[in-house]
């Protein structure tokens, strides 16, 4: 039963492409989490040469990696957000960008998420990690006061945005995994419960365990895998640390990453709060058999260190494994 370890590519993309599988392939990993941005993943050249898939398998199978899921991360957040700014620009592709008018940069992102639907497709992956953005989540402080109407405007919003991606979804046999995130329309449990019901639970819409971005806000990341146990399409092991000491808030203050003045930063796998092992011991008593991946992210260590010992952390968590006898039926009957 044991999965598949892999490098998330996100965090690397400023090397090239063949540079990240030559390090992930000498550290031990089994495959690569692939971002679609700088030289790693090309939705436009996936499409339009046919030439470009088998190049990339080709410098994948010369390191012995494989892919089971790409990731649509910055251009998927664009397609719903509200505001479109300076922020977005910085993270598209000048041809989504393009002059910036905020509904025709939503309709290129959504346009794009199809497309990436398309190429993952062609490449044999069955999944599509990525966030959503969100019209609302500007009124998470809820002050001014906001109208129940206006946050039910923007769960419509989400949905009339989505399913037409989703439609292509079911068309190309490839499923979207969205990161429950902050600044995403599905942010925590209560949201992720709405988000699903927006979209009448439809099968093409699931989700990336991340429990990097739970522990900040006090939720419960064993108990989510429990009740989204159906959903869970795609995990990523990511970690952060709490660093509340009465200075620090909870949001953050408007401090870069790796300021210890923040209340809560990303550190390397098995260096923070995540309760890892309990999320493992729930994975596989909902028997989820997808990869595991490493998002790797810490500001005060040196990534070229930290990834392999983010892999040999995952690496003795994926050995917990379950009794070869049958699971308890609570969790069978649903798995």
């Not at 960008?97 to 398309?118: F, L, Y």
């Not at 190429?119 to 069955?126: F, H, I, N, Q």
């Not at 098995?270 to 309990?278: K, L, N, R, T, Y």
Request: proline share 7%.
């Amino acid at each position: 039963m044991t999965r598949p370890v892999t490098l998330f590519t996100g965090q690397w993309a400023d090397l090239p492409f063949e540079e990240v599988c030559r390090l992930a392939s000498g550290w031990g990993y089994d495959g690569l989490e692939i971002a679609c941005w700088g030289d790693h993943f090309e939705v436009d050249k996936a499409l339009a040469d046919d030439r470009y898939i088998p190049r990339l398998l080709d410098t994948l199978e010369k390191h012995d990696l494989k892919v089971w899921t790409i990731s649509c991360h910055l251009t998927s957040q664009a397609v719903c957000d509200h505001p479109i700014d300076e922020r977005h620009q910085a993270i598209l592709p000048a041809r989504i960008w393009g002059d910036g008018e905020p509904e025709a940069v939503r309709r290129r992102a959504a346009q794009e998420i199809k497309d990436t639907a398309r190429a993952a497709a062609k490449l044999g992956v069955g999944t599509v990690v990525g966030f959503t953005g969100s019209s609302i989540w500007h009124t998470v402080a809820m002050f001014p006061p906001v109208p129940p109407e206006m946050i039910d405007r923007g769960y419509a919003d989400f949905a009339d945005r989505w399913n037409p991606i989703l439609d292509v979804f079911d068309e190309v046999g490839v499923r979207y995994a969205h990161e429950v995130h902050p600044s995403e329309i599905a942010y925590d449990y209560w949201t992720t419960v709405r988000t699903l019901e927006a979209i009448g639970h439809r099968p093409a819409f699931g989700l990336n365990f991340d429990p990097s971005h739970f522990v900040w806000q006090d939720l419960d990341p064993v108990g989510f895998l429990s009740d989204f146990r159906d959903r869970i399409y795609h995990v990523d092991c990511k970690e952060s640390v709490k660093q509340f000491n009465g200075r620090n808030g909870r949001l953050g203050s408007h401090l870069p990453w790796g300021d210890p003045r923040r209340g809560c930063d990303f550190v390397s796998t098995g260096h923070g709060d995540v309760p890892w092992e309990a999320c493992f011991r729930m994975l596989n008593a909902i028997g989820y058999q997808g990869p595991i991946s490493v998002e790797w992210e810490d500001a005060g260590m040196d990534r070229l260190h930290g990834a392999p010992d983010a892999l040999a952390f995952v690496r003795a968590l994926t050995r917990i494994e379950p009794p070869a006898a049958a699971f308890d039926s609570a969790f069978s009957s649903s798995s």
